[in-house]
């Protein structure tokens, strides 16, 4: 009796098991078939100009150039037909191009008409933390939020985009994101008529529903985040860009919340690479592609020949995963936007052979390492961000050498209110594109970054800097931690956590 009971339970066992087994075998058959490359190659016409956002110079006001912006909802018509319900600052999608230059002052004046919360972070930007626009500045609806500061940093292209605790890459998506302009007098030796020879190139993906509205939902088996299978740059799609001088210079910002891009021609013609996320560098670099991962920035300068009609392109990016990478993007290649050059063209300046300053620091200045593991989807040294914990203090105005290493899928690594030096990559010097200042970096799974760091001048001892992946879906997994910057380096664990104000 009882040995027949044990056999029948034996059984149950191994065929539950068997169900189980089969089931996971099937799932991942199902994922590895449906990981189907994504091509607009060859697919576009290139039919609609391309939108240059406004350029915003603001007004001087006492000596500060005062900037608006207002955040609020509406609907755009990218497709022939198609209404897409959309968010955007001063219109229905992205917003103007703030123009800043170093070392003046500036304020901008954020108005959330959105029903939801939001903040308005300035990537890139050395500033107070209590203007920096990270989840502790929550501008509640009907609000305005006033931060200024002194611009003091070199020319760059920076971009500014919502921050709110865990609804970043739901804001993103919807259409809040725009570039801002740092401009001095080394980069005014390039290209610099906005929307003539200096173009943004704001790129992200997006999925189109039946309806219009922006899909929400990952492809299957995407673990950074949702994918998208055509491209919007500048809000344009199937966009192409009139050129009339000979050499134009494109500022490429990856605002996608989660794909990363090679950028290159379609004839394969080499750019001049002249600056990185934080400024110019300090010789330009001929290259034949540029990978950019969500929040970095790269500006190229590239020459054209009269009437010749030039496609940027995104070839299928390395995101270092080997062969789950083509389910990430990695198999993936757009058409991003066509050049479009006239009959005559108007000469353009030389690109000078020395842009950039060294930095004025080196590894022997560092008086603190730390390393930085991020893990999964959601955790920075097996944690997961808490607006109340205190990761990291800082004493302001030192150097640090940190170590970053991403496991398991893509990462990038962010770190808020400086720009960076990357010293080696998995122990090797970096290759020319990483060599001068940023401030995301792309992590190839299992590499070892080396970043150099000098913190600012800005203490605050009770409200602290983000660092997080940038792939959003992570971010706000809570793939972040808070650094406070205080005058000695000392601080305490925690603080308050945010709160709404007004409304
Ligand atoms: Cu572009 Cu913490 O953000
Ligand atoms: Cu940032
Ligand atoms: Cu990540």
Not at 111 to 132: C, F, K, Q, R, Y
Not at 234 to 241: I, K, V
Not at 298 to 325: M, Y
Not at 399 to 420: C, K, N, Y
Request: proline residues 7%; charged residues 25%; hydrophobic residues 35%.
């Amino acid at each position: 009796m009882a040995a027949r009971h044990i056999v029948l339970r034996i059984l149950l066992v191994v065929g539950v098991v068997g169900l189980l087994v089969a089931s996971a075998v099937g799932v991942v058959l199902y994922r590895y078939w449906d990981g189907r490359a994504v091509s607009t190659v060859g697919e576009l016409s290139f039919e609609n100009p391309l939108r240059i956002p406004e350029l915003e110079e603001g007004r001087v006001e006492d000596g500060r150039r005062v900037h608006e912006l207002t955040a609020s909802a509406g609907t755009t018509s990218f497709k022939p037909g198609l209404d897409t319900p959309t968010l955007g600052y001063d219109g229905s999608y992205l917003g103007p191009t703030l123009l800043m230059r170093r070392g003046e002052e500036v304020e901008v004046r954020v108005t959330n008409e959105l029903d939801e919360g939001t903040t308005t972070h300035w990537h890139g930007m050395s500033l107070p933390a209590v203007a920096d626009g990270g989840p502790h500045s929550p501008i509640a609806p009907g609000d305005t939020w006033t931060p200024t500061w002194t611009v003091d940093q070199r020319a760059a292209t920076l971009w500014y985009h919502p921050h709110p605790h865990e609804q970043t890459e739901d804001q993103v998506r919807r259409g809040l994101a725009g570039m801002v302009i740092v401009e001095d007098e080394r980069s005014d030796l390039l290209p610099h008529d906005y929307g003539v020879d200096d173009i943004p190139v704001i790129v992200q993906d997006r999925g189109f529903a039946a309806d219009g509205a922006f899909e929400e939902g990952s492809a299957v088996g995407t673990q950074t985040g949702t994918l998208g299978d055509e491209l919007l740059v500048n809000g344009t799609w199937d966009p192409h860009l009139g050129v009339t001088t000979e050499r134009v210079r494109l500022r490429l910002l990856n605002a996608s919340t989660a794909r990363v891009y090679d950028y290159g021609f379609a004839d394969d013609r080499p750019f001049l690479m002249v600056a990185s996320d934080g400024g110019l560098l300090e010789t330009p670099v001929p290259l034949d592609r540029i990978q950019l991962s969500p929040g970095e920035r790269a500006e190229i300068v590239v020459e054209v020949e009269p009437r010749e009609r030039v496609v940027l392109r995104s070839f299928a990016p390395d995101l270092g995963l080997g062969p789950l990478e083509r389910f990430e993007g990695g198999d993936d290649n757009f058409d991003v936007l066509q050049l479009r050059a006239a009959a005559d063209l108007d000469p353009s300046p030389e690109v000078p052979g020395a842009l950039g300053d060294p930095p004025d620091f080196g590894p022997e200045d560092a008086v603190a390492e730390r390393t930085f593991r991020l893990n999964g989807t959601g955790e920075i040294n097996g944690e997961s961000m808490d607006p109340e914990r205190i990761d990291t203090v800082v004493r302001a105005g030192s150097v640090e050498r940190w170590e970053i290493r991403g496991d398991g899928t893509a990462h990038s690594f962010h770190l808020h209110d400086v720009q960076f030096r990357v010293l080696a990559v998995d122990g090797d010097d970096p290759p020319p594109e990483l060599s001068g200042w940023k401030d995301t970096v792309f992590l190839r799974s299992g590499i070892r970054f080396d970043l150099l760091v000098r913190f600012s001048h800005h203490a605050d001892a009770e409200t602290p800097y983000m660092y997080h992946c940038h792939l959003l879906r992570h971010e706000d997994n809570g793939m972040m931690g808070q650094v406070l910057v205080t005058e000695d380096g000392e601080g305490p664990d925690r603080i308050d956590a945010p709160h709404e104000h007004g409304g």
